[in-house]
T-cell receptor, first 115, second 117 residues
């Protein structure tokens, strides 16, 4: 089945540790995105990538880093510099051309808790 | 100012009632895209519809319908004969052209719909 996988579903870390969230897609989409969702808030864009080895900062990139070494994979690292990392993280992908261009398809999310 | 305003934070209805979720957006672009997504309790967002700025035709898909009005910058979503399975948070999003040449969405804060049996 085609789709987006994120792992793990729940993640617990101690303050001061870096943590990497996985996102993989087999939809052959060019673009991939990372969002953060806090209770009662919409989705806020952290980073996005339209092509391998290239990515752009979103609205709240501080304290996060990404890589895009393969088209299928877009891991997100939450660094110790992120002041309030506890949140629900959603990964998405979208085609950039064709009738479904810019329609985003989301993974199941990772709920990160940092104590 | 928010680019996408979903003024209704939470709506509660009884099954079989019709319900309309409002979305008002703000943009200076002439070319843009509007979207609705559904987020059930499981957390994964599900794409519902995309509309481009040049297509004001309303759309119906089963019990779902969308009313796009450029004159009022609104893209409202109506569920007819609501069901308990419609309970979810619904997000409206606006995609505008960014400097890099891509359309990046801005999401509203969402409307939580609760359908009681």
């Amino acid at each position: 089945d085609g789709g987006i996988t994120q792992s793990p579903k729940y993640l617990f870390r101690k303050e001061g540790q870096n943590v990497t969230l996985s996102c993989e897609q087999n939809l052959n989409h060019d673009a991939m995105y990372w969002y953060r969702q806090d209770p009662g808030q919409g989705l806020r864009l952290i980073y996005y990538s339209q092509i391998v080895n290239d990515f752009q900062k979103g609205d709240i990139a501080e304290g996060y880093s990404v890589s895009r070494e393969k088209k299928e994979s877009f891991p997100l690292t939450v660094t110790s510099a992120q002041k309030n990392p506890t949140a629900f993280y959603l990964c998405a992908s979208s085609p950039l051309t064709g009738p479904s261009s810019y329609e985003q398809y989301f993974g199941p999310g990772t709920r990160l808790t940092v104590t | 100012a928010q680019k996408v305003t979903q003024a209704q934070t939470e709506i509660s209805v009884v099954e079989k009632e019709d319900v309309t979720l409002d979305c008002v957006y703000e943009t200076r672009d002439t070319t843009y895209y509007l979207f609705w997504y559904k987020q059930p309790p499981s957390g994964e967002l599900v794409f519902l519809i995309r509309r481009n700025s040049f297509d004001e035709q309303n759309e119906i898909s089963g019990r779902y319908s969308w009313n796009f009005q450029k004159s009022t910058s609104s893209f409202n979503f109506t569920i007819t004969a609501s069901q308990v399975v419609d309970s979810a948070v619904y997000f409206c999003a606006l995609s505008e052209l960014q400097e890099g040449g891509s359309y990046i969405p801005t999401f509203g804060r969402g409307t939580s719909l609760i359908v009681h049996p």
